[in-house]
């Protein structure tokens, strides 16, 4: 597991968490970032730096759909999936 903050000072103004194997494959499980510093390059940031340590060649975000535009600009190729939801 890798995570990371991002901090302004005395304020953590984002975060990111992110789970692989090292070598190819690494899940994004978490990224936040505070609403005072959205469009700054934050997000792009912590995605950038957790996946670089992470070491994978190919991360996938767990996203809602209000976030496509995010991660639109990222190279990307969409794939379908699926979410277990138990109950």
């Known amino acids: 597991m890798t995570a990371l903050a991002a901090v302004d000072g005395d304020k953590v103004v984002g975060a990111a ?5 090292g070598l190819v494959q690494a899940y994004l ?3 936040v970032v505070a609403p ?3 469009g700054q390059g934050t997000g792009r940031r912590l995605v950038d730096e957790v996946m670089r340590r992470t070491g994978a060649k190919r991360p ?5 759909a209000a976030a496509a535009p995010f991660y639109d600009r990222f190279p990307h ?3 379908s999936g ?4 138990p109950g």
């Open 17 to 21: 968490q992110a789970l692989g194997d």
């Open 29 to 31: 499980a978490l990224l």
């Open 36 to 38: 005072g510093v959205r």
């Open 60 to 64: 996938d975000p767990l996203a809602e």
């Open 77 to 79: 190729r969409r794939m």
């Open 82 to 85: 699926y979410r277990l939801c």
